[in-house]
């Protein structure tokens, strides 16, 4: 087995960690609608829990403005429950079977706290992938203490896998970056 292996076999969980923070990001408000805000809302529909996405079609009409078209009309007062326990602070009216939702203007002290989120989010994800990180150079260690790889491999190993660390930072980075260019 050489370390390009072990490197191999963490790039899936390295990439895991990435999409679950470009994920979570997205659900972070902006200056602009996005149906993400609200897609993964809960919502109590005859006894059982939906995701929003799950009960109606979501769009946005215009960027400060998000509609669900639910799919049935008796989720329409399930679904506006859900968006008022939401803590998202937006409006809702009912419009015929169309829900729109009104985003309100992002204060700067509302902006202030979005980035503080961000930069927490992103630092677990920095965690994540260093935890990675460090059990696929403990096994590298190991498989080079066993004799099954030569210790130049070893730190040929590490070197690629700071390299691919590095990378995923940078994605991080930039993802960062460009959220934070729309909270302005």
Known sequence: MSYKEFIDKAKPEFEKAFKFFDGEIAKIRTSRASPALVEDITVDAFGSKFALKQLGAISTAQTNQI???????SYVEPIQKAISQSGLGMSSAVDKN?????LPLLTEEYRQGLAKILGEKAEQCKQTIRRQREDVWNKIQDAQKEKKISEDDK?????ELQKLIDEYNEKIKNLVEKKKNELI
């Open 155 to 159: 730190f040929r190993g590490k070197d």
């Open 98 to 102: 169309v829900i729109r939702l009104s």
């Open 67 to 73: 509609v669900i078209q639910p799919w049935d009309i």
